[in-house]
């Protein structure tokens, strides 16, 4: 009984000690550029220049506040790339040198989801 029990103990101990560390920190999404390109899930690639929209992309992604990913994901749909490094998915994700965060609002997702809907329409 004392031996299952220590063992169970060490286990955990070696499996909480070997996780990797997250970043627990949320991230305040602010980017400023003129250029935004997109890649979509079917691989196709537009890049968005004309200043109104590029403005409206950031006036409702800027603000929006993300939370680390403890786990890789699958991102699809499409994914925006930002001049400063940044990547913006339709699964409301970010990302940056390797670093996934994902949205705490569903409505930024939404309204970028919506725009490059329209895009194809």
């Known amino acids: 009984m004392k031996f299952t029990r220590l063992f169970f103990i060490l286990c955990v101990i070696l499996i909480v000690g070997c996780q990797e560390k997250v970043d627990t920190n ?8 003129k ?11 537009l890049n968005i220049n004309d200043e109104e929209t590029v403005s409206m992309i950031l006036k409702n992604i800027n603000g ?19 001049d400063d490094g940044w ?8 990302e940056k040198d390797h670093k996934k965060y994902k949205a705490d609002d569903k409505k930024t997702v939404e309204l970028i989801n919506n725009y490059v809907n329209t895009l194809h329409n």
């Open 26 to 33: 949320s991230y305040t999404f602010q980017v400023e550029t």
């Open 35 to 45: 250029n935004i390109k997109v890649v979509l899930g079917n691989g196709n690639k």
């Open 64 to 82: 929006s506040t993300y939370k680390p990913l403890s786990f890789p994901e699958q991102v699809g749909g499409f994914t925006l790339y930002f």
């Open 87 to 94: 990547e913006y998915s339709s699964q409301g994700y970010i």
